[in-house]
């Protein structure tokens, strides 16, 4: 019953695709969202100065966070590519405005970031590094945002983002609960990895503990 709602909850959402237009609103709200993305990066990647960069982040959400990626990976190259894939970009606030509305309004001004309302199956090319920020790695979470379970495909969603990989991949996972399966993920599919641990930053601190791993090309899996 829980997952017929939500197919039909989604349907109309991607259907309809409403929205108030033009949102917008005080970017100092913001910063510190803005500055935990740019901490924890600096934490966690190690990059080399470059002419061309292109970058994947998987489920934006509204992507407020945009700038704080932006920040981060421009110190580093001429010409960067930023790209946001969400799934559920229609989804409405109380206010009702979507998603999409959101980050059509958080990277405004940004050259070169895109923000694609889509399934991440559907995302080509390669891409330098990749974010990914709370994946679905157990149905529960998957069901409380409202998604349909035939969206709760982790294996098929991990491989393709890997294929998609170029150098490293940034995953962080919410409590350890969520990390172990992550963990097991790598492992049964023979992806690459190292734990980071515990994410922490002094921009935000958030209510549930963070655990972070990154995938490399460079390195052989455990």
């Given amino acids: 019953m829980f997952d ?59 992507w407020e966070y945009a700038r704080g990626e932006y920040k981060f990976f421009r110190q580093y190259c001429e010409n960067l590519v930023l790209d946001g894939v969400e799934i559920d970009a229609y989804r409405l606030y109380s206010n009702f405005y979507s998603r999409y509305e959101y980050a059509k309004f958080y990277i405004k001004d940004l050259a070169g970031v895109n923000y694609y309302p889509d399934d991440l199956l559907n995302i080509k090319g390669r891409y330098d590094y990749i974010i990914w920020i709370l994946p679905f790695v157990t149905k529960y979470p998957l069901k409380r945002w409202g998604l349909p379970e035939k969206f709760f495909m982790p294996e098929k969603l991990l491989e393709h983002a890997y294929s998609l990989l170029k150098k490293d991949m940034l995953i962080i996972n919410q409590g350890e609960e969520e990390a172990e399966v992550q963990e097991q993920l790598f ?25 972070g791993f990154l995938v490399s090309r460079a390195v052989t899996a455990v």
């Fill in 4 to 62: 017929l709602k939500n197919k039909f909850d989604y349907y109309l959402r991607s259907a309809a695709k409403f929205s108030r237009k033009n949102y917008s609103e005080d970017l100092n709200l913001t910063k510190e969202v803005n500055g935990y993305a740019f901490d924890i990066l600096s934490q966690t990647l190690r990059l080399e100065h470059q002419k061309d960069l292109k970058v994947l982040d998987i489920g934006s959400k509204n």
């Fill in 187 to 211: 492992k049964k599919l023979k992806i690459p990895y190292k734990t980071l641990g515990e994410i922490k930053s002094k921009e935000l601190e958030y209510r549930n503990r963070r655990f």
